[in-house]
T-cell receptor, first 108, second 115 residues
Framework: EDQVTQSPEALRLQEGESSSLNCSYT??????LFWYRQDPGKGPEFLFT???AGEEKEKERLKATLTKKESFLHITAPKPEDSATYLC?????????FGTGTKLQVIP | DSGVTQTPKHLITATGQRVTLRCSPR?????VYWYQQSLDQGLQFLIQ???????AKGNILERFSAQQFPDLHSELNLSSLELGDSALYFC??????????????FGPGTRLTVT
């Protein structure tokens, strides 16, 4: 069965304090690893898709990387508006499996 | 705005009742997914349709059913509702379902409260 584990569950950063979120996965036949951002009471917002080990994608202060067993979402010099829950998901042969997310709080 | 619409935004109903949630995917997207999200759990995948056909099934209860119509909109039917069915229900759409890819675009959700 496909599995996604995200750590830490919650992360509190000072504004400007860079850090990384981890997503460990096991999946039969990876067809894509996805990162989403979710604000309270809203639908997840798509950020990145990664397909193969070694791949990297960047968007503003966020950078996602992928290895054969895990993915990292690096947040550089975060701002309070980056506060949200970040979700990781993998697509196997049949379906997409989501992790439970990392709740990020960035304090001014 | 993702381009995915869901109605209604909020729904309050009693135990034992039946409700229908509606989703319109982004223009051109053929895949529709349904998810349930409650406070103590993450996003739980329920079911996926691709161009009108069921493609994948997750942890969907027998009391729940879904379909995708020829115009690609989808409906999720929840019957014999229980208190534990109270949750946010999200619909998502995807531009493709091929060998790779399948990033999803989520709607704003329907908040269901069962009393």
């Amino acid at each position: 069965e496909d599995q996604v584990t995200q750590s830490p569950e919650a992360l509190r950063l000072q504004e400007g304090e860079s850090s990384s979120l981890n997503c460990s996965y096991t999946v039969s036949g990876l067809r894509g690893l996805f990162w989403y951002r979710q604000d309270p009471g809203k639908g997840p917002e798509f950020l990145f898709t990664l397909y193969s080990a070694g791949e990297e994608k960047e968007k503003e202060r966020l950078k996602a990387t992928l290895t054969k067993k895990e993915s990292f979402l690096h947040i550089t010099a975060p701002k309070p508006e980056d506060s949200a829950t970040y979700l990781c998901a993998v697509r196997g042969y049949q379906k997409v499996t989501f992790g439970t997310g990392t709740k990020l709080q960035v304090i001014p | 705005d993702s381009g995915v619409t869901q109605t209604p935004k909020h729904l309050i109903t009693a135990t034992g009742q039946r409700v229908t949630l509606r989703c319109s995917p982004r223009s051109g997207d053929l895949s529709v997914y349904w998810y349930q999200q409650s406070l103590d759990q993450g996003l739980q995948f329920l079911i996926q349709y691709y161009n009108g056909e069921e493609r994948a099934k997750g942890n969907i209860l027998e009391r729940f059913s879904a379909q995708q119509f020829p115009d690609l909109h989808s409906e999720l039917n929840l019957s014999s509702l229980e208190l534990g069915d109270s949750a946010l229900y999200f619909c998502a759409s995807s531009p493709k379902w091929g060998q790779v890819g399948g990033e999803q675009y989520f709607g704003p959700g329907t908040r269901l409260t069962v009393t």
